[in-house]
């Protein structure tokens, strides 16, 4: 009985509502939903008309928007904003972000300097990552730029603002590096560490390339292997369907062709061999002899007693 008490204790207790605090002001809205999209239409509406910085941020707003509610209301400004954007647009915002001044180093060595309440590269880094995984659809410079840069900030981390083994990053890339443990930090430098797994790793500028020569790489090489084994691989799958189709045709039509002389109930002995090997043998006379007529009127051979072996179904 006292175990059943604490059971439902502990039953009651887990499934009992969240209690919502007393102070907390109006937590119920009273307000019709579209009355609440209307409020929210209006702030977006004034948000446009003196937008001027952090256009991104309110097209995205305006995304959400008509998500939310399941409309098209923001969709035609929408698509003329991305219609203005511009391949160009985008190579020189990420070339004159990558070398803005207040965001890196003054040494001109391209490494980001993680500032209190300024720019701490998060969202500057999680773009470029975003390009580095649609780079099929950006010219081949702008995704080696974009590697380059991130390898900067990926060497700088390694070589400057951590010490080996302690797996903490401290808040100067360009070293030295501080053992204070910070989440904004660590975030940060985890977002470069995330976004250089992917970067295609180069030999030594040093030291002359091993294996393909200049003007390829190693991945073209297996890129055109893999294509290669995929062509082979598809004709032998061709081919092994069209022998199987052929071979099944075949013994169909042997089969339907593969008549006894002799009744089902005579005594003439068969060999025990596999029917293919059967079909073989009798392939093989027909070919040689002619085709002779089966005699009409023959008086049955004479057997002694001895009991015949012959396959199952024969």
């Known amino acids: 009985m006292i175990c059943l008490a604490v059971f439902s204790r502990i039953v009651s207790s887990a499934v009992a509502p969240i209690a919502i605090p007393s102070?907390?002001?109006?937590?119920?809205?009273?307000?019709?939903m579209e009355e609440r999209i209307d409020t929210a239409t209006k702030a977006l509406d004034k948000a446009?008309?003196?937008?001027?910085?952090?256009?991104a941020d309110l097209y995205i707003l305006l995304i959400e928007f008509d998500i939310a509610v399941n409309q098209t209301r923001y969709k035609d400004k929408v698509s003329?904003?991305?219609?203005?954007v511009s391949p160009s647009k985008l190579t020189c915002s990420i070339v004159a972000?990558?070398?803005y001044p207040d965001w890196h180093d003054r040494s001109g060595q391209g490494v980001l300097v993680l500032k209190e309440k300024q720019f701490a590269g998060g969202d500057l880094v999680r773009g470029l990552a975003t390009i580095l995984a649609r780079k099929e659809s950006f010219d081949s410079r702008l995704s080696t730029y974009v590697e380059a840069y991130l390898a900067v900030q990926y060497n700088a981390l390694l070589d400057l603002a951590t010490v080996n083994g302690t797996n903490v990053y401290g808040n100067s890339w360009i070293g030295p590096p501080n053992m204070t443990y910070s989440?904004?930090?660590?975030?940060?430098?985890a977002r470069v560490l995330i976004a250089s797994i992917n970067i295609n790793p180069q030999l030594d500028s040093q030291s002359p390339p091993?294996?393909?020569?200049?003007g390829s790489s190693g991945r073209e090489t297996n890129h055109i292997g893999g294509i290669i084994g995929g062509v082979l691989g598809g004709l032998s799958l061709i081919a092994l369907v069209i022998v199987g189709s052929l071979f099944i045709i075949r013994r169909r039509h042997q089969d339907s062709t593969d008549t006894r002389v002799f009744p089902e109930n005579s005594l003439i002995p068969i060999p025990y061999v596999l029917q293919s090997e059967k079909r073989r043998r009798k392939r093989h006379m027909e070919g040689i002899l002619p085709?002779?007529?089966p005699p009409t009127e023959a008086p049955p051979p004479a057997y002694s007693s001895r009991s015949y072996i012959s396959p199952l179904g024969g």
């Open 291 to 293: 085709q002779a007529e």
């Open 210 to 214: 091993e294996g393909p020569p200049a």
């Open 183 to 189: 989440a904004d930090v660590q975030f940060a430098a």
């Open 23 to 32: 102070p907390w002001r109006k937590p119920t809205i009273s307000l019709t």
């Open 48 to 55: 446009v008309t003196i937008a001027e910085d952090d256009k």
């Open 97 to 99: 972000s990558s070398n």
């Open 80 to 84: 003329h904003y991305f219609a203005n």
